[in-house]
């Protein structure tokens, strides 16, 4: 991520939201790639009937994210209740740039889904894109809502630091984010990214940070192995996706959650990862790991009642059996 001396139009929205696709999830995009994967004979394992679960079904015959986003809208004409489905086509819009469509799914899934924390920080993600280079009232109202609901909530924090950033306020945007830093998990997929964001804006507003990176803790170490990589896959990826061998295609989504599965072993307190792998195995239709998946967070936040309750009631949403 380059260092800017100012935010020139028409890219500070993307470079800010380059740490806020990663906040926003891991794997929130592999639905996606699921889909079309599966679209080409994959397992024939079967979700929860929801929208989530059909976009990953195998009986979708076109092999691109737009025809994949078709039927999940169809879908969704179909059963309008579903909000795991609205928050899917919220992420789908995301994807692939139409931040106006996201931002109006996901305020499908807040009002389906009104306990649903992520659903309000990432429509207010997707005005933040579709507004350009500003934090619309409506997005800070949407982030301010997901703060009500989890004050630890990440990416909600971020970009009111960024709102802080564009009125001019870059002591406060960088007090914000620092604090943010402090509190993220050791390892997080964010820490990097925010890092950078932190670095990047105290140089240019000439604030001495040294001492207070410092006293958080050493920035995590580089990725080495491919499970440990840092997230993907990306648009691109996603494209190039599209142009492998179905067997090809199915050994990259796998590898994502595995990897996920493997980073989420290593450090278990991360609440946001553990939902977003259940996520993940239901949409590969694999319920049984999800349901492992949960009782292994459960017993990461063994002593967490507030995060226990979180993480069944996203469970009982994508529809794991027992949450």
Do not use: H
Not at 56 to 80: F, H, Y
Not at 186 to 205: C, H, K, N, S
Not at 267 to 285: H, K, T, Y
Request: glycine residues 8%; proline residues 5%.
């Amino acid at each position: 991520m380059a260092t800017d001396t100012a935010v020139g139009a028409g890219n500070s929205t993307a470079k800010f939201g380059r740490i806020a696709l990663i906040l926003a999830a891991l794997i929130a995009i592999a639905a996606i790639g699921v889909a079309i994967f599966k679209s080409r004979g994959g397992d024939s394992a079967a979700a929860k009937p929801s929208a989530a679960a059909a976009i990953a079904g195998g009986d979708a015959q076109a092999g691109d994210v737009d025809s994949m986003i078709g039927k999940l809208e169809a879908r969704l004409k179909t059963n309008p209740e579903d909000a795991a489905g609205w928050s899917l086509l919220g992420r789908s819009f995301m994807v692939t740039e139409r931040y106006a469509e996201a931002a109006t799914a996901y305020d499908r899934a807040t009002k389906l889904a009104p306990d649903n924390v992520e659903n309000w920080s990432a429509k207010g993600e997707a005005l933040v894109y579709a507004a350009g280079d500003k934090v619309p009232p409506d997005a800070i109202a949407a982030f301010n809502t997901a703060l009500q609901k989890d004050p630890k909530d990440a990416r909600a924090r971020y970009y009111l630091g960024v709102e802080k950033y564009y009125r001019g306020d870059k002591q406060g945007a960088v007090d914000t984010w620092l604090v943010l830093l402090k509190e993220s998990p050791p390892g997080a997929d964010w820490e990097q990214g925010l890092r950078e964001r932190i670095t990047d804006v105290a140089a240019e507003a000439k604030i001495d940070i040294k001492d207070q990176l410092a006293a958080i803790r050493p920035a995590a170490p580089l990725p080495s192995t491919a499970t440990d990589a840092i997230p993907g896959p990306t648009r691109g990826q996603m494209g190039a996706a599209t142009k492998l061998p179905p067997g090809q295609q199915e050994a990259m989504v796998n590898q994502m959650v595995d990897g996920l599965e493997a980073r989420l072993k290593a450090n278990p307190r991360d609440e946001a990862g553990w939902i977003r792998l259940m996520r993940s195995r239901m949409v590969l239709g694999e319920e049984a790991k999800a349901a492992t998946a949960l009782q292994a967070a459960l017993a990461a936040f063994g002593n967490d009642s507030a995060t226990q309750t979180r993480l069944r009631a996203s469970a009982q949403q994508l529809g794991i059996t027992g949450a």
